[in-house]
């Protein structure tokens, strides 16, 4: 197998990373593996039957040939390294050099908007697809939300709410919303107004209707992930706001709620997820539901699915765009019915 199924992981080590190195060797892929650890990337690759010199790459963001090196003869490269506030413009300006697309798997508002702001015509001149947000949160709320327009070429609102039966973090997961908090000086951010906008206020407490059996839920409002970003990035939509759980916000605000635990042969938690999408255009309504389990495990086969279509050629641009952008979204959504339950549907007024 050549080095059209070659695919570079950078932070392979880490929680997902380690969920996305199966799901390429269970698509037939080859991974290679690389991190700032040596020693970690040595024992992975033990563990996954990974033989050889080319298999392990040590790299560092802060040292660019390194960073050449972990991609010379891929065709892609996917980042799992948080936080992407630090490690997305390296590993892109990595994979510009080598004219390869580059993935990532990044929750970070702040870091999906600069990836877009800084890279869109560069990477558009070379010809190079950057897909920022490939995972649950970002590239799920963004494939539902643009399944769910389907004919519509603008809409009023997009809701995505975020129904988990809990939310136990990764230390990736931690690491990054500090960096997050700091860059929003202690702040939240919102899209409203067609626009990305900071405030200071508490987010309300709201009830949200899931569909059965889950039902209604107490929600933050305005508890807003990713898809702020990667929807309006390609959608007319001016208002895009974001819901989770109490439950599942208290899971993350508690310094004490430990990491996810694995209950099956793959690795993953017991921890489920609904994300129930609703957008709005005049008096109409459709809607969008997603179910699973593991939102970290279901990243990798988000992320890979997308891998095997850009490197196949099912895409639909160039330079930097969200999944919904890039793919059929009914089509990709389809795709991954072994993880992923869809519905779509007109919602209830």
């Given at each position: 197998m050549g080095s059209a199924h070659t695919v570079t992981v950078f932070g392979a080590?880490?929680?997902?990373g380690r969920f996305v190195v199966a799901e390429l060797l269970e698509r037939g892929f080859v991974p290679v593996l690389t991190g700032r650890d040596a020693d970690r990337l040595h024992a992975l690759a033990r563990e996954f039957g990974l033989d050889g010199p080319a298999s392990v790459r040590p790299a560092s963001v802060d040292d660019p040939d390194s960073l050449d090196r972990a991609l010379a003869g891929a065709a892609a490269v996917v980042n799992c390294a948080g936080p992407f506030a630090t490690t997305a413009a390296p590993v892109i300006e990595a994979a510009l050099r080598a004219r390869v697309p580059y993935l990532d798997v990044a929750a970070e508002i702040e870091a999906n908007a600069d990836t877009?702001?800084?890279f869109a015509d560069r990477a558009r001149a070379a010809g190079v697809l950057v897909v920022p947000a490939m995972a649950f949160y970002g590239g799920l709320g963004d494939l539902l939300v643009t399944a769910a327009m389907g004919d519509w070429t603008a809409a009023d609102e997009a809701h995505?709410?975020?129904?988990?039966?809990?939310?136990?973090?990764?230390?990736?997961?931690?690491?990054?919303?500090?960096v997050s908090r700091e860059r929003r000086g202690g702040g939240r951010v919102v899209y409203a107004n067609?626009?990305?906008?900071r405030r200071h206020d508490d987010p309300p407490a709201l009830e949200w209707a899931f569909p059965a059996p889950m039902g209604p839920r107490a929600v933050i409002g305005e508890f807003t992930m990713a898809d702020v970003v990667t929807v309006p990035s390609h959608l007319a939509i001016p208002e895009v706001r974001t819901y989770m759980t109490t439950e599942a916000a208290?899971?993350?605000?508690?310094?004490?709620?430990?990491?996810?635990?694995?209950?099956?042969?793959?690795?993953?938690?017991?921890?489920?997820?609904?994300?129930?999408?609703?957008?709005?255009?005049?008096g109409e309504r459709r809607r969008a539901v997603a179910r699973g389990q593991d939102i970290y495990a279901v990243t990798?086969?988000?992320?890979?699915?997308?891998?095997?279509?850009?490197?196949?050629?099912?895409?639909?641009?160039?330079?930097?765009?969200?999944?919904?952008?890039?793919?059929?979204?009914?089509?990709?959504?389809?795709?991954?019915?072994?993880?992923?339950?869809?519905e779509l549907g007109v919602a209830p007024a």
């Amino acid at each position: 197998m050549g080095s059209a199924h070659t695919v570079t992981v950078f932070g392979a080590y880490g929680h997902t990373g380690r969920f996305v190195v199966a799901e390429l060797l269970e698509r037939g892929f080859v991974p290679v593996l690389t991190g700032r650890d040596a020693d970690r990337l040595h024992a992975l690759a033990r563990e996954f039957g990974l033989d050889g010199p080319a298999s392990v790459r040590p790299a560092s963001v802060d040292d660019p040939d390194s960073l050449d090196r972990a991609l010379a003869g891929a065709a892609a490269v996917v980042n799992c390294a948080g936080p992407f506030a630090t490690t997305a413009a390296p590993v892109i300006e990595a994979a510009l050099r080598a004219r390869v697309p580059y993935l990532d798997v990044a929750a970070e508002i702040e870091a999906n908007a600069d990836t877009f702001a800084q890279f869109a015509d560069r990477a558009r001149a070379a010809g190079v697809l950057v897909v920022p947000a490939m995972a649950f949160y970002g590239g799920l709320g963004d494939l539902l939300v643009t399944a769910a327009m389907g004919d519509w070429t603008a809409a009023d609102e997009a809701h995505v709410a975020y129904g988990l039966s809990g939310w136990q973090p990764t230390a990736g997961t931690r690491t990054a919303g500090a960096v997050s908090r700091e860059r929003r000086g202690g702040g939240r951010v919102v899209y409203a107004n067609g626009r990305l906008e900071r405030r200071h206020d508490d987010p309300p407490a709201l009830e949200w209707a899931f569909p059965a059996p889950m039902g209604p839920r107490a929600v933050i409002g305005e508890f807003t992930m990713a898809d702020v970003v990667t929807v309006p990035s390609h959608l007319a939509i001016p208002e895009v706001r974001t819901y989770m759980t109490t439950e599942a916000a208290r899971d993350i605000a508690d310094p004490d709620t430990p990491a996810p635990t694995a209950v099956d042969a793959h690795g993953r938690s017991d921890q489920t997820f609904l994300v129930d999408v609703v957008v709005h255009s005049g008096g109409e309504r459709r809607r969008a539901v997603a179910r699973g389990q593991d939102i970290y495990a279901v990243t990798a086969p988000l992320v890979v699915e997308a891998v095997d279509r850009v490197l196949s050629g099912r895409t639909m641009t160039t330079g930097v765009a969200s999944a919904g952008e890039v793919f059929d979204a009914r089509d990709f959504l389809r795709a991954l019915s072994p993880h992923i339950t869809v519905e779509l549907g007109v919602a209830p007024a």
